[in-house]
């Protein structure tokens, strides 16, 4: 009687071998065969694998090494400016073109505030926040946009038709740079439209008193070492002339404080603690950020944190928002559909 005993199941080769009762030497061959077939198929996966391996990771080294700018989620899409030559190219244009200043406005206005459009085929919610705001004549003449004014690349032309209406009016929309504004290479767009995307301007009202709006470029998730520099000058030096409020407002939020955000990516942790940190020390009123399309009003240390929700055409809970700032600053949410 013979013997065969299946035995080694669970191990790493092809797991199957055969042993076979000791003196059948027809059965031994056979097994030694087989054996060796899965051993000679085996490492010839293996090294497919590990050359596979090693040229992936030449490959990202070589990607990564001549492009410094190089984002990993748009690996394969596109080189885009880092957020210092966006900065660089953004002072430039203010260094040649100044920065805004109202006067005259009433000691308590009212600001509208819109973000994360995401134009791509239809502009229903964009057309009623524009004509809401020019309806209203005691709104001052400019309002904030903080960025994803589209989807995706082709459809600017579409969306500055639509806002059109607000420049013909005399007014103006300050716009902070969003992610889907940077992606597949649209920097030159935006910068084409609005020209730069890290600036101030500053409303002094009928009685003197002076509000500070300071617009960051956070469309990669961090404001970069030249850009931090800058706006920590600015808060010391704008500090000292007496404002009434500093006002900021960028894309990207900063706390991500539960799961209502889903994938969207935000600072990270020690970016956002210099910069809770830094706008503590300046007495920033209030922080306005947009990016995640769910609302948020958190306190930190002293500083108002709002996150708007999103004024995309189809979203559900669509809003824009109207700050009404006097010597406080209270908030209005309008929902759109
Ligand atoms: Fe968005």
């Not at 009433?106 to 509208?112: L, N, Q, T």
């Not at 994803?148 to 690349?153: P, Q």
């Not at 799961?259 to 020690?270: A, K, W």
Request: proline share 2%.
């Amino acid at each position: 009687m013979r013997f065969l005993t299946p035995s080694g199941f669970g191990m790493t080769t092809q797991n199957l071998s055969f042993r076979a009762k000791r003196g059948n030497s027809k059965v031994k061959r056979k097994t030694i065969e087989m054996k060796d077939k899965r051993v000679r198929s085996d490492v010839g996966g293996r090294f497919l694998t590990a050359f596979g391996m090693t040229v992936s990771v030449v490959l990202m080294f070589l990607l990564t090494s001549c492009g410094k700018n190089i984002d990993y989620k748009g690996l394969f899409f596109t080189f885009n400016e880092s957020v210092n030559e966006r900065f660089a190219e953004s002072m430039e244009y203010n260094e040649q073109h100044g920065y805004d200043v109202y006067t005259g406005i009433p000691d308590e206005y009212e600001v509208y505030a819109m973000s994360d459009i995401h134009v791509d085929f239809s502009t229903n919610n964009l057309d009623r926040y524009v004509s809401d705001y020019l309806a209203d004549t005691m709104a001052p003449p400019f309002s904030l946009c903080l960025g994803d004014v589209i989807n995706a690349t082709g459809h600017w032309d579409y969306f500055a038709d639509h806002v059109k209406p607000v420049t013909d009016a005399g007014r103006k929309i300050y716009y902070a740079v969003g992610n889907h504004d940077l992606y597949f290479d649209q920097w030159p767009e935006f910068k084409s439209r609005f020209h730069t995307s890290t600036y101030w301007f500053e409303v002094q009202t009928v009685s003197g008193f002076k509000d500070l709006y300071i617009a960051l470029d956070s469309g990669n998730g961090t404001l970069g070492v030249d850009q931090r520099e800058w706006l920590e000058n600015i808060l010391k030096t704008k500090r000292n002339e007496g404002l009434r409020h500093i006002v900021v407002f960028t894309h990207t939020h900063l706390f991500k404080k539960d799961s209502s955000q889903g994938h969207t990516s935000n600072f990270n942790l020690e970016e956002t603690y210099d910069l809770a940190d830094l706008f503590d020390r300046y007495d920033v009123s209030l922080v306005l950020q947009g990016h995640s399309h769910s609302r948020d009003l958190t306190t930190f240390k002293d500083v108002v944190y709002l996150r708007v929700d999103a004024l995309e055409d189809h979203y559900p809970d669509a809003y824009y928002t109207i700050l009404s700032i006097g010597e406080n600053i209270n908030y209005n949410f309008v929902k759109i559909n």
